[in-house]
C-alpha cells in the first residue's frame, strides 16, 4: 500500500505519537503532515502547560523534539502580535491553529532587480484547526493575531530542526539573520538567552 | 492578555456559556458566594450587570465578555476588592458606566471590543489602574487627562480612528507597553522620548510618514512595531521656511545672549513666550528658535539594518543638521547618527 491510513489522533499525545511514527522514515509526506495536524482537535486541557505569554511580544514553548528529526513547539500570540517576514531555512513548516486566528501574508523572494518593496502574494485568516503548509520553495511569510480582543495559540512542526532564520524589511528586501530562542521547553520557563551577534542583541528572541 | 493565576475550587466559579440573561443566586450557598474570588460569566446574554453580582462580597477577578453588556449599574461599586474586570465584546460606550465607577480600585481593565467613542471620563479617576485595554473600539482621540493614570503600564488602544498622541501620555511614569497599531496617527510627539519605562511601542498601521528625531533616546525600547505606515523612503527636501517675526528675532536675541531678566520686568505673555524657547540642534549654531523653524527629515540607520526617516527642526535654512556638515550627505544614510545595536533589538519595519 502506497500510503497508510491516517488515524485520527484523538489528543495531543496521540498526534505526537504518530508523527514520531511518521518522520522515522527519511522522507516527508507533505499532505499527509498537513491532514494530520488538520484531524486533530485542539482540546485546550491538553495544551495549557505551553501555552505561556508574554505581555510584549509572541512566544515560542517547546513541545516536542521529534527524536532529532522535528521541532514541535506552541506560539502564544497576544492581541496586535505578529511576525516579521521570515524563511524557514529550508525546512518544512507545518502551523495548526488550536485556539483564536492568524493572518498568514504570504511574500515572493524578494528580488534586487526591482526597486522598492517587497511583494505580496496572497494573504488569509486561517481558522481554528486549520493548518497551514509553507516552504522557502513556495516564499516568505508574515504570521500575525491582527484581533484586539482574542489571543491565539498555534501549534508549529518545523522539520528538520533549525534554529536561525532571515527576517526581512518589507519596503527594502533588506535580510538579517537571526537566532531564535524559546520562551519554555516542555512547559518550563527556560531563561534568556542573550546572543551578542554583530549588529543586533536580542533578549528572548523569538522569531517564528 | 489577561494572564490569572488559576485557583482552585471554590474559589472560581464559572458560570460561561449557559445562555444566562440574569443571575439567579439562589442555588449558590452563602459561603460559596463570600468564598468566590472569579468569577466567569463568559458567553452568556446579559444586556445589564446583573445586580446579583454583589453578593460575591469578595470578588477579585470578574470576566462578562461576550455578552449584550449596554450598561454597568451601580452595583459593581459595592464589590470592594474587585481588581480586574474583563468585559470585551459587549455592547458598552461611554455613557454605560455608572458615576463613580472610577473610585474602584481596579488594576486591570479590559473593555475591548465595545463601541466607546470616547475615552470615558470615569476612567481617568482609576488611580490604580495598570492595564488597560480599550482596543477595537471607536475611540477618535486620546484626552490628555490620561496622565491622571499614573499607576498605568499597559496601555493597549489598537484598532481605533485615533488621530493623533498627547504629549500628556509622555507623562506616564510606568508605561512599558503602548499598543496604537491600527490607528489614523500622522505624527507622534516629540515628549514620548522621554518615556523611559517604554519597553514595547506598537504603532504598525497608522498615517506616520517619519517619526521625531527624539525617538533615538528611548534606549529601553526593545520592541518597536512600524510596518504599514507610509514612512518616506526617498529624502524630501522640505525647507519651507517663513522669515520670522520681530517678536520671534527679539526673543531668540534674549535666549541666546542670555539677557537678564526677571518676571516683573515683563507682561506675563512675553515672559511665557520666552519659556517656549528650543534649541536648535545644529552644534554649530546654538541657538534657539519658537514659532519659526525649518522641518528637516533626516534618515537614521537603525541597528545597523533599517533607515527611519526622522524629523527634527533647525533654526533657519543656514542651519544644518548635527553630525552632517553637508546638507546633501543627508540623501544618503548617515553611519555617525545611526543608533548603536544593542539600544533596538528588534524593530518590526518589514
Known sequence: ?208 | MDVYEGLEGEKVLNLSRLNLDNLDLDDVGEERKRDTQQLFLVYNRFIMLPGSICHFSNLVFLDISCNRLAFICEDILRLSKLKTLVAKNNRLDEFSLPKDFGTMSLEVLNFSGNRFEEFPSEFLNLQRLQSLSLGGNRLKSIPAEIEQLTSLELLYLGGNSITSIPPELANLPYLSYLVLCDNRIQSIPPQLAQMNSLRSLSLHNNLLTYLPREILSLFQLQELSLRGNPLVVRFVKDMTYDPPSLLELAGRTVKSRNLPYKPEDLPGNLVRYLDLASKCPNPKCGGVYFDSCVRHIKFVDFCGKYRLPLMHYLCSPECSSPCSSNPQSDADSEDESSVPAHRMQKVLLG
Open chain 1, 1 to 208: 500500500m502506497e500510503q497508510t491510513e491516517v488515524m485520527k489522533p484523538e489528543t495531543l499525545n496521540d498526534l505526537i505519537k504518530v508523527l514520531h511514527q511518521i518522520f522515522s522514515s527519511d522522507t516527508v509526506n507533505v499532505e499527509e503532515v498537513q491532514n494530520l495536524m488538520e484531524s486533530y482537535e485542539s482540546k485546550p486541557e491538553e495544551w495549557m502547560e505551553y501555552a505561556q505569554f508574554d505581555k510584549f511580544r509572541y512566544t515560542r514553548n517547546l513541545v516536542d523534539e521529534g527524536n532529532g528529526k522535528f521541532n514541535l513547539m506552541i506560539l502564544c500570540w497576544g492581541e496586535g502580535h505578529g511576525s516579521s517576514i521570515h524563511d524557514h531555512t529550508d525546512s518544512h513548516c507545518f502551523m495548526k491553529l488550536l485556539q483564536g486566528q492568524l493572518k498568514e501574508t504570504l511574500f515572493e523572494w524578494p528580488d534586487h532587480k526591482i526597486n522598492g518593496g517587497m511583494t505580496k502574494k496572497s494573504e488569509r485568516v486561517l481558522q481554528e484547526n486549520q493548518c497551514a503548509y509553507i516552504h522557502d520553495s513556495i516564499g516568505l511569510h508574515r504570521v500575525e493575531n491582527v484581533s484586539h480582543t482574542e489571543p491565539a495559540v498555534s501549534l508549529h512542526l518545523y522539520s528538520p530542526q533549525f534554529d536561525q532564520c532571515n527576517t526581512f524589511d518589507q519596503r527594502t528586501g533588506h535580510r538579517n539573520t537571526v537566532k531564535m530562542t524559546f520562551w519554555s521547553k516542555y512547559g518550563e520557563r527556560t531563561p534568556f538567552t542573550y546572543y551578542c551577534g554583530k549588529h543586533i542583541v536580542k533578549v528572548a528572541l523569538c522569531v517564528q
